[in-house]
T-cell receptor
Framework: GQQLNQSPQSMFIQEGEDVSMNCTSS?????WLWYKQDPGEGPVLLIA?????ELTSNGRLTAQFGITRKDSFLNISASIPSDVGIYFC????????????FGRGTSLIVHP | SQTIHQWPATLVQPVGSPLSLECTVE??????LYWYRQAAGRGLQLLFY??????ISSEVPQNLSASRPQDRQFILSSKKLLLSDSGFYLC????????????FGDGTRLSIL
């Protein structure tokens, strides 16, 4: 089946630092999705990318759809304590599937 | 706007007891509906999905079942819970069609004793 490799697994950073995480696939994806999950809650969609090379921002968050269509990046600038959580990448592989594959998540801890 | 409701938020059940978790979506029609389980290792495991009333696809064989009695209602059930059924259960919906993002409920924390 499809696999998404998400890295890093965990990040421990100081408040104010920038964060970068990425996701790679062995297959071409038509859509890349980035979610954030707060402890004890469901994942919330942050950014959706639909076109190779697309760069989209949502506040301090910026995500890019890789040119090869096999990777995506999420950057968080000037991190704050409420950025703590697990960030998931996801996407339905090309071929018309409506079932996204999810990465295993990047756990972010921000020290004040 | 669309909303998704899941209940209960937490549940403690003895081994061998039945289970019923409910999920409803408002503000949209004919959504795709999904049940996921998230174990402590944090990966999301797809259990069931549905593209319409009465249509259920199972991704992982186990002692759980799902039903969709109404367009915007999705139920996860079990006749006899196992210890290994403990976890965080998430319901999600998406617009029909490909490349549509999923939107998740707040989850149910299920503990089996």
């Amino acid at each position: 089946g499809q696999q998404l490799n998400q890295s890093p697994q965990s990040m421990f950073i100081q408040e104010g630092e920038d964060v970068s995480m990425n996701c790679t696939s062995s297959s071409i994806f038509n859509t890349w999705l980035w979610y954030k999950q707060d402890p004890g809650e469901g994942p919330v969609l942050l950014i959706a990318l639909y076109k190779a090379g697309e760069l989209t921002s949502n506040g301090r968050l910026t995500a890019q759809f890789g040119i090869t269509r096999k990777d995506s990046f999420l950057n968080i600038s000037a991190s704050i304590p409420s950025d703590v959580g697990i960030y998931f990448c996801a996407g339905p592989p090309s071929g018309g599937s409506y079932i996204p594959t999810f990465g295993r998540g990047t756990s972010l801890i921000v020290h004040p | 706007s669309q909303t998704i409701h899941q209940w209960p938020a937490t549940l403690v059940q003895p081994v061998g007891s039945p289970l019923s978790l409910e999920c409803t979506v408002e503000g949209t029609s004919n959504p795709n509906l999904y049940w996921y389980r998230q174990a402590a290792g944090r990966g999301l495991q797809l259990l069931f999905y549905s593209v319409g009333i009465g249509q259920i696809s199972s991704e992982v064989p186990q002692n759980l079942s799902a039903s969709r009695p109404q367009d915007r209602q999705f139920i996860l059930s079990s006749k006899k819970l196992l210890l290994s059924d403990s976890g965080f259960y998430l319901c999600a919906w998406s617009v029909q069609g490909t490349n549509q993002p999923q939107h998740f409920g707040d989850g149910t924390r299920l503990s089996i004793l």
